[in-house]
């Protein structure tokens, strides 16, 4: 099986401790191609993929015939844009999140997706996590009874005034940033949808740095009682529980799964609790071999433009409940 070169467009430092070194382990794919404007900041990518192709240009990254998909890490307001551009180049594309400033914006890229026949999707990658994936079998399988209450809280402190997550021409703000995660886990996991939201958000310099939702969504075994926490401007914490009426599930380091502590699920029914633990899964890398094993097999990749759009509806949902 050929491996699926893919082309990272913009050196960004979150592609360069995280992605691009996932592409570069992940089974099936090559790290290809790097498009950057600054050939500086391609020199780390090459000290750990020195066959990198470096294109000092986006849209020559995009022409370049070797390229079957290209992965975007670029700030956030730049990512319905070169989305679009890549799809129109005929290129696959895996799109960090958020994907979208807002839910009607995606729709662009479902018809693009749709007309040209190519992959596109939000990278999401913790629904590629097995730590995710049991969340949602103990969910489907009843394991906590009927689900009642979901709270979920991600913080850390960024006060960095320059970092584009706390300037709001980039897309910045906790909500964008992180919400992304405890909306749309909940969303995922639950197999869930936002009935009612209201929020408290507080905003420093034009982005949001606190964000409080209280509200309630409903699934297939009906609706339950929801709470969110995000902040840039607190200690690091990040922890989602799902309560029912017979147990209780709570998820460790449930987004940045080995970073922030190991990956485990805690599963309490009734006085029993069982943990499972889930060490030195790499989660960015199962997110590319999904990718190829979607573009090379056909398989189902588990996040799609649909999923994002939703999660980006209850990101507007939350602005829009603002009290």
């Known amino acids: 099986m050929e491996p699926v070169n893919i082309g990272v467009l913009g050196a960004s430092t979150f592609a360069l401790e995280q992605t691009a070194p996932a592409i570069h382990a992940a089974r099936g794919a090559r790290l290809a191609a790097l498009a950057t404007s600054s050939a500086a900041k391609a020199e780390p990518f090459t000290a750990f993929a020195p066959d990198l192709v470096v294109h000092l240009d986006y849209d020559a990254m995009l022409a370049d015939p070797a390229i079957e998909a290209v992965y975007v890490p670029l700030p956030n307001h730049l990512h319905v844009e070169w989305t679009l551009k890549a799809l129109e180049a005929g290129k696959h594309v895996l799109t ?42 103990l969910l489907d399988e009843g394991a906590i009874g009927t689900l009642r209450h979901v709270d979920s809280v991600f913080s850390f402190d960024l006060r960095d005034p320059g970092n584009i997550r706390n300037r709001p021409e980039t897309g910045g703000g906790s909500i964008p940033d992180i919400g992304v995660y405890t909306y749309g886990s909940a969303r995922w996991a639950a197999r869930s949808e936002p009935v009612a939201l ?11 740095v606190w964000a409080q939702v209280t509200g309630t969504m409903a699934g297939a075994s009906g609706e339950f009682s929801y709470c969110a926490l995000t902040s840039t401007r607190l200690y690091p914490r990040q922890e989602v529980t799902f309560q029912g009426e017979d147990g209780m599930i709570r998820v460790t380091a449930p987004f940045n799964a080995g970073l922030a502590g190991e990956a485990q699920v805690h599963v309490t029914q009734g006085d029993t609790l069982r943990i499972e633990r889930f060490p030195a899964v790499r989660q960015y890398v199962l997110e590319f071999e999904s990718l190829v094993a979607t573009l090379r097999a056909g398989a189902d990749f588990p996040w799609t433009l649909e999923d994002a759009r939703g999660t980006q509806a209850m990101i507007d949902l939350v602005r829009a409940g603002e009290v």
């Open 198 to 208: 209201s929020s408290r958000i507080r905003r420093e310099n034009g982005v949001d």
């Open 96 to 137: 960090e999140k958020p994907i979208a400033m807002a839910a009607p914006e995606i729709d662009a890229l479902i018809e693009a997706r749709d007309r040209t026949g190519l992959f596109a999707s939000e990278a999401y990658m913790i629904v590629h996590h097995p730590q995710w994936q049991r969340v949602r079998a």
